[in-house]
């Protein structure tokens, strides 16, 4: 059996069961908005962790940052260190406030305390954006992975795997809703972390447990020698490049605590004690999972070689894919191996994508949907509205991850989460701990974080101006930074600071009490 074949079969596999799952979670729904878009709040810490962690452990991941590594060695690695950092943000600042706070979205949180249709309508907007951007990663990801089973002959291949990708992500949110989302996200970590694992033990067996020699090979294999093993081989060509790589550890480390989908995931539980001790199981499988990325990189950079994986795909995509065909060895072994790898990556992708999905509807509907409404939508109503964007969510995704298919998946998602740091963080953090925030801050904020993010990624080398753009005929190229983050954060923060000193109406002091007692206590949380 050929490795495309054996793939296929094992994805269609997993395709089949998850399919199975949103069936069967579909017969026993009540249609409320709470089950549709937090699952009846009955899932445990210790599922919730795995829930969080499969959410995060995107094709980013598992694809992009091992494929970074491969190629710019230590300055790939950063990726990694930023990912996990970023979950002391959320262990800390976000989760237990967060669950306490809220009901369904990040806007529940701010309008607890402000003026609810102006905050429901900037949070969904940002909200929205930052979701189509990571599933902009994920299609990307999706078609790398095609083009390599298909020996990267077949773009229309490419194009219906990312239309399938789509499709599938549409039916598992508008049937199953969040539970049937997250029993997938469930499957989907154990599946990763047990393919990480096979993986990363390979190749520590090749080098007989010596970690020393595998670096000194991955460094002489590299062709930079000893560099590959030190910071600047991406980012230290110039001022550009060391603002670029501040710009980017900003955007990894705050990001995070802004994303939608993962602040959905902390009202999937039933008391914000849960919320915290979920956080902490995702740190442990998350962490162990970055560890390993690691060693694949460096594993993938020694026995693969940078050459042979920007021979298979440009961006570093498919370093993972081709290192477990190579730890297989010859014959079926190696088919079998490359065959799990390739459908582990696929089920990642599917996975992510319809977490995303389900915050980015629950955006549109309860937030702007309800706040456009002269009067509060019925909740069966707005579950129907949900069902529906996922679908135009879909279709843009779609549209979005066939044009941006030469992009490195990590460096898409940095993207994404530079908006996040942008306009989610700041609103959230002075809604959550300044007592004189007011409504006007709360839109500025928002407004004045997403809106530089945006225009700024839009006038980068990303768009055009560069060979690697996602429009190289074009130049608009007036800003220098790939990522926009050491400039929008702060400007986030100053809109929210400068919107809140300027406006004519004081903070309602009674509702920020109030909101403090609950976010602390959990007294009145839902």
Same mark, same amino acid.
């Given at each position: 059996m050929s490795d495309q074949t054996l793939a296929l079969v094992l994805f269609s596999l997993f395709v089949a069961a998850t399919l199975a799952i949103t069936t069967w979670v579909s017969r026993n729904r009540h249609g409320s908005a709470e089950e549709f878009y937090a699952g009846g709040r009955l899932f445990s810490p210790l599922e919730n962790g795995f829930a969080i962690a499969g959410d995060y452990m995107s094709a980013a991941s598992f694809l992009g940052i091992s494929g970074l590594?491969?190629?710019?060695?230590?300055?790939?690695l950063l990726y990694s260190v930023g990912f996990l950092v970023a979950w002391l943000v959320v262990l800390f600042l976000v989760a237990e406030l967060v669950r306490n706070c809220g009901r369904f979205t990040l806007a529940d949180v701010v309008a607890a305390r402000m003026r609810e249709r102006p905050v429901r309508i900037a949070a969904g907007t940002s909200s929205v954006a930052v979701s189509v951007l990571y599933l902009v990663a994920q299609m990307v990801g999706a078609g790398s992975l095609v083009a390599l089973l298909l020996g990267g002959t077949s773009g229309a291949a490419r194009a219906w795997t990312v239309i399938g990708v789509g499709a599938l992500m549409v039916v598992y949110v508008s049937f199953g809703g969040m539970r049937a989302t997250t029993w997938i996200q469930i499957v989907k970590a154990v599946l990763l972390m047990g393919g990480a694992i096979v993986l990363t033990v390979l190749v520590l067996v090749r080098f007989h447990g010596d970690v020393n020699a595998l670096l000194l090979t991955? #460094?002489?294999? @590299?062709?930079?020698?000893?560099?590959?093993?030190?910071? !600047?081989?991406?980012?230290?060509?110039?001022?550009?490049?060391?603002?670029?790589?501040?710009?980017? !550890?900003?955007?990894?480390?705050?990001?995070?605590?802004?994303?939608?989908?993962?602040?959905?995931?902390?009202f999937t539980v039933p008391t914000a004690r849960a919320a915290r001790r979920s956080v902490v199981w995702a740190i442990a499988l998350i962490g162990g999972f970055y560890l390993m990325t690691i060693v694949l990189g460096f594993g993938a950079a020694a026995l693969v070689g940078p050459e042979s994986v920007k021979a298979s795909n440009a961006s570093?995509?498919?370093?993972?894919?081709?290192?477990a065909k190579f730890l297989g060895g010859e014959g079926m072994g190696g088919t079998l191996l490359f065959s799990f790898v390739a459908a582990v990556a696929f089920a990642t992708i599917l996975a992510v994508v319809a977490g995303i999905t389900l915050a980015s509807s629950a955006s549109v509907a309860h937030d702007l949907y309800a706040s456009l409404r002269?009067?509060?939508?019925?909740?069966?109503?707005? +579950?129907?509205?949900?069902?529906?964007?996922?679908?135009?969510?879909?279709?843009?995704?779609? !549209?979005?991850?066939?044009?941006?298919?030469?992009?490195?998946?990590a460096f898409l998602v940095g993207l994404a989460f530079a908006v996040a740091a942008s306009a989610n963080l700041p609103v959230l953090l002075y809604s959550l701990f300044w007592r004189g925030f007011t409504t006007r801050g709360a839109v500025w904020s928002v407004y004045g974080g997403l809106v530089p993010a945006v225009v700024l990624v839009v006038l980068s080398p990303v768009v055009s101006g560069s060979p690697d753009s996602l429009f190289p005929w074009l130049d608009l190229q007036y800003f220098p930074l790939q990522n926009p983050g050491?400039?929008?954060?702060?400007?986030?923060?100053? #809109?929210?600071?400068?919107?809140? +000193?300027? @406006?004519?109406?004081?903070?309602?002091?009674?509702?920020? #009490?109030?909101?403090?007692?609950?976010?602390?206590?959990?007294a009145g949380a839902v």
């Open positions: 590594i491969a190629l710019y060695g230590y300055d790939g991955a #460094a002489d294999r @590299s062709g930079h020698g000893r560099a590959f093993l030190g910071p !600047g081989l991406k980012y230290g060509s110039g001022w550009t490049a060391r603002l670029d790589f501040i710009s980017l !550890g900003l955007a990894l480390v705050l990001g995070t605590g802004g994303l939608p989908h993962i602040l959905c995931r902390f570093g995509n498919t370093a993972v894919p081709l290192l002269r009067r509060r939508a019925k909740q069966r109503s707005e +579950v129907t509205v949900a069902r529906t964007a996922a679908v135009g969510i879909g279709v843009v995704a779609i !549209g979005l991850g066939l044009i941006a298919q030469d992009l490195n998946v050491i400039v929008s954060i702060p400007l986030g923060f100053l #809109a929210g600071w400068l919107g809140t +000193v300027t @406006s004519p109406d004081s903070a309602d002091d009674d509702a920020y #009490a109030e909101t403090e007692v609950r976010s602390l206590t959990g």
